[in-house]
């Protein structure tokens, strides 16, 4: 009987990394001992990886051959149906399948040898004992919008995972500037943080009324008014591209690194107790 062709998914081999940077690929013992998965107690992924290399074996073509079936069950593998299209889907139904390994806390990961499970059972009431699939990546990427993560493979031919697209502005809206037609919103450009001023094409008399207001952007939105990072007069905001029918974009990009936390403050008058509007805080 002719041996389907396998496509198994571990949930825990590669670290997710920026197309555009430089990508991480394991491809000896060494490397692993240089990454964070796997390492912190009690996390089991390391030895379950070990143990399911420990039954495949690379033909001529470099393909991976498993010794074992995971459609039919072995070692607790079973069929991971991909409803949610996390994966690329399969050419061929009929001789690939994607089978998921590595939930301890069910019958069928019986099977598995001792030393892959004991973190597990030593640690009963840890919420992390049957957890391994997420790490982190420093890469050298700014924080701009549509910035995404995919995991490939080695040769990056196949796209595995689409991570979604970056929201340069947090997933916030714009926070409406008090007894004004206007907003103001905090976002990020090439790492830093910036605003943007909404002012509706109606409201003809901004400069006039906004001629002493300045927004002022703080590292911690807990931080008192006069102690904010740096700021910039509204009307020094400089005009973006004509786009939207209703209202005028104006922007300023500042010194301050976008941090969590981070938020932007609009003051009417030079006094500090004039606040019209304040930014949800920063929080990715």
């Not at 099977?111 to 790490?135: A, C």
Request: charged share 20%.
């Amino acid at each position: 009987m002719e041996r389907k062709a396998l496509l198994c998914i571990f949930f825990l081999l590669l670290p997710l990394a920026l197309v555009s940077a430089d990508i991480p690929v394991l491809n000896s013992i060494s490397d692993l001992r240089n990454i964070e998965f796997g390492h912190r107690f009690p996390r089991h992924g390391l030895m379950l990886l070990h143990f399911v290399s420990g039954g495949l074996y690379v033909d001529n073509n470099d393909v991976l051959i498993p010794t074992f079936l995971p459609e039919r069950g072995d070692w607790g593998f079973h069929y991971f149906n991909n409803y949610e299209e996390l994966f690329p889907p399969l050419q061929d139904q009929n001789r690939q399948g994607y089978y998921a390994v590595g939930n301890i806390n069910t019958p069928t990961a019986y099977p598995l040898y001792p030393y892959v499970t004991r973190s597990y059972y030593f640690t009963p009431g840890n919420l992390e004992r049957n957890m391994d699939s997420y790490g982190t990546y420093d890469s050298n990427q700014y924080l701009n919008h549509g910035l995404q993560v995919k995991l490939l493979s080695k040769d990056g031919s196949n796209v595995f995972i689409t991570g979604p697209r970056y929201d340069d502005a947090d997933g916030k809206v714009p926070v409406g500037i008090e007894g004004n037609d206007a907003s103001l919103q905090l976002y990020t450009k090439d790492g830093y943080a910036c605003a943007q001023l909404f002012i509706s094409k109606t409201f003809t008399d901004w400069q006039t009324d906004f001629n002493y207001s300045w927004v002022a952007f703080y590292s911690n939105h807990k931080d008192a008014s006069n102690s904010y990072y740096t700021y910039e007069y509204a009307v020094r905001f400089t005009k973006q591209d004509d786009t939207n029918i209703k209202y005028d974009i104006y922007s300023y990009v500042s010194s301050l690194s976008i941090q969590p936390g981070a938020q932007a403050r609009f003051f009417l008058t030079k006094t500090y107790d004039s606040i019209l509007a304040e930014t949800t805080p920063w929080e990715r």
